[in-house]
């Protein structure tokens, strides 16, 4: 496989970039990439978190299970 | 097992082509295959999100965790 | 255990041939056999998706993810 | 332990003998075990499918995945 | 740990006697344990399934796949 | 990481005392803490089972598959 | 990756801070961070445990099973 084709290359690019976090029970979360891991157990900073697209709280730092991810995507 | 006989293989002659990712929860994503691994963890570039059929958002490049995928389909 | 004996054994038995693969949300293909591994991940060619017994679309070749896999039967 | 105090034991006795496997979703299957492999994967031959107690088709050689499984139960 | 604190001592010395087996789906079994494994997975004789509290049918020998199962008592 | 720090630290200072265990399904049991595992497979003694927190029933030992489990809490 | 750059990490800097942990059946406790481990099995010290946003119990000292958290926030 050629360099950058591994999945975890795009989260890695997505550091210190905002990111949005849609997870299995529909909640999605934005805010800045600090890290993540192999689990796809991920921390956000300055995260803010939506319920059926209704800003439902800030957050500031959460780490989020990566088991109830769905998608994860730059803004 | 003769060569070419590996689901990722499969998976494989479709990077960088258009495919159809089918979750669990019914969505399916469209774009172009850009990466993915043994957990199915995919990326997809220039990637639309379809709900009920019906286009709901273009998110430009998307992660999507392996075990939320049905199946994954090239155009 | 004598040989032949092992699950894999007819899924290998199948390979080029047509079976069906029901998912655990109901739906079912119909395809041949091109590729499997351990995980049951499962490719399809010349595929079609029923849902309720009724023929939804012509998919041409899908990866299957195996853990959304019930049951493999060849035709 | 003791000879033939390992769960696997007693499906190796019902080899080649008529078994039920019920799953998950409350479907059964009755046949003649063919084979099983750790994971529970099961292949059946000469079987036959039941929803809620009734026939629903003879399936002829079957492979079930084996986090599908509920109970095998010799017939 | 001192000896006896694992929890599989206890289905270990529950070995040839009467337990309760229940299922996540409610049902429960009851029957003579005749064999464990490290995932549960376990092998009741003489057992009896039994739905809302109600005998549902006599199985003899059964296998149950471990990860359906949510407790087991000796009776 | 200093002494005392991992969960299961927290588990081991409850042998022999009284334990609530909450499961997934809502039900929970009381009894004392008698064995456990890195899978939290749990054994209580003297367990009592109640639902929707009214005493289902008493059940002596009770082996509970760790998967189940929700929280552990000392009484 | 530098460091700082692990989702564990974020946790280990919460620790003997208070924290907000949200499971997947909605219910959500907070309490001072005592211990995780790598599954994110998490003890709270003086937790409180809330259901819609209600205060349903003080429960003092509690083990969470890793794999219902969704996630944990430091207050």
């Not at 795009?10 to 529909?26: E, I, S, Y």
């Not at 769905?70 to 803004?75: K, L, Q």
Request: proline share 3%.
């Amino acid at each position: 496989m050629e360099e950058g084709s591994r999945p975890l290359d795009t989260l890695n690019a997505a550091r210190n970039k905002t990111v949005m976090v849609v997870l299995k029970n529909g909640h999605h979360f934005t805010g800045r990439l600090r890290a993540f891991d192999i689990h796809i157990n991920t921390v956000l900073e300055d995260a803010e978190e939506y319920e059926s697209g209704e800003l439902k709280r800030k957050v500031g730092t959460v780490f989020i299970r990566g088991d109830t991810i769905t998608i994860i995507s730059p803004a």
